[in-house]
């Protein structure tokens, strides 16, 4: 069974810059779309940023400009660049993917990192 680990996470003062990875653990074929999620205490968990299976990327519009999401099939990897950050950014950070491997097409979560940001 294929599970996302996430890292990356952590405190960082605002302006900052942090980068989340989402590395799947046992041997697939391809990354397919990708999605990041957020989740603040108290509010609903929200898109972030997502990118297509054809690299079409979109993000939340207070995050354009400021966060990049990307894939590494030869990794095995997903990224969330973020720089620029803001208090309002603190949330508990998910990925989503949808992953080709030997169990075929399948869609996964990762178990979410903190990011905090704060002086």
């Known amino acids: 069974q294929v599970q996302l680990v996430e890292s990356g996470g952590g405190l960082v003062q605002p302006g900052g810059s942090l980068t989340l990875s989402c590395a799947a653990s046992?041997?697939?074929?391809?990354?397919?779309?990708v999605r990041w999620y957020r989740q603040a205490p108290g509010k609903q968990r929200e898109l972030v940023a997502a990118?297509?299976?054809?690299?079409?990327?979109s993000y939340l519009d207070s995050v354009k400009g400021r966060f990049t999401i990307s894939r590494d099939n030869a990794k095995k990897t997903m990224y969330l660049q973020m720089s620029s950050l803001k208090p309002e950014d603190t949330a508990v950070y998910y990925c989503n993917a949808e992953l080709t491997s030997w169990s075929g097409r399948n869609e996964y979560w990762g178990q979410g990192t903190q990011v905090t940001v704060s002086s």
């Open positions: 046992r041997s697939i074929f391809m990354i397919n779309a």
């Open positions: 990118i297509s299976s054809d690299d079409n990327t």
